[in-house]
């Protein structure tokens, strides 16, 4: 069976510093990938989505940026981290080529920037 | 995307009665539905889906129900119980020239109460 994760789960980060989240997924080949953040109450935002090693796109302009360096992997990562940064970032999955589009989530990183 | 920055709204129920939440979907050319479950300080977990060519599907004490016409989408959970307290979004998908476009819902809070 397939699983995702994310880490660190919880990081509390100064205003400046650099930022490194990463994600894994088990038990499945060439998958997509996808970086969530979400606000306090608030919805889902896409940041970057990736449909193979290498291939990173951007939904929004932000402070972030993203890479895969390998098939199953996912990093997020900021070279100087804003207050606005703070929020749940969220990994998640799909099968490439199977027709569905069901995003399967990680259990999260809850990063604050003070 | 532009429910990001909104409250979510709330439903409260008691426990034992029927919940109905509900969702307008934006694009009249989405042809796959989605519900998830988020609950508190977790990843979004997938409930049920239904695609464009049905108007109802039901699955363990969830029923999903789709009008094309209004673009309107439901689900509604029987015999809610205090572990259906969450968050839950919808989310339509569409094709977008040669990509697949997903669009996530702003997300309801569904507080039962015993």
């Known amino acids: 069976s397939q699983t995702i994760h994310q880490w660190p789960a919880t990081l509390v980060q100064p205003v400046g510093s650099p930022l490194s989240l990463e994600c894994t997924v088990e038990g499945t080949s060439n998958p997509n990938l996808y970086w969530y953040r979400q606000a306090a109450g608030r919805g889902l935002q896409l940041l970057f989505y990736s449909v193979g090693i290498g291939q990173i796109s951007s939904e929004v302009p932000q402070n972030l940026s993203a890479s895969r360096p390998q098939d199953r992997q996912f990093i997020l990562s900021s070279k100087k981290l804003l207050l606005s940064d703070s929020g749940f970032y969220l990994c998640?999955?799909?099968?490439?080529?199977?027709?569905?589009?069901?995003?399967?989530f990680g259990p999260g990183t809850r990063l604050t920037v003070l | 995307g532009e429910n990001v920055g909104l409250h979510l709204p709330t439903l409260s129920v008691q426990e034992g009665d029927n919940s109905i939440i509900n969702c307008a979907y934006s694009?009249?050319?989405?042809?796959?539905f989605i519900w998830y479950k988020q609950e508190s300080g977790k990843g979004p977990q997938f409930i049920i889906d239904i695609r464009s060519n049905m108007d109802k599907r039901q699955g363990q004490r969830v029923t999903v129900l789709l009008n094309k016409t209004v673009k309107h989408l439901s689900l509604q959970i029987a015999a809610t119980q205090p572990g259906d307290s969450a968050v839950y979004f919808c989310?339509?998908?569409?094709?977008?020239?040669?990509?697949?476009?997903?669009?996530w819902g702003l997300g309801t809070s569904l507080a039962v109460n015993p």
């Open positions: 694009n009249s050319a989405s042809d796959y």
């Open positions: 998640a999955w799909n099968p490439a080529y199977t027709g569905t589009d069901t995003q399967y």
């Open positions: 989310a339509e998908n569409y094709n977008a020239g040669n990509n697949r476009k997903l669009i």
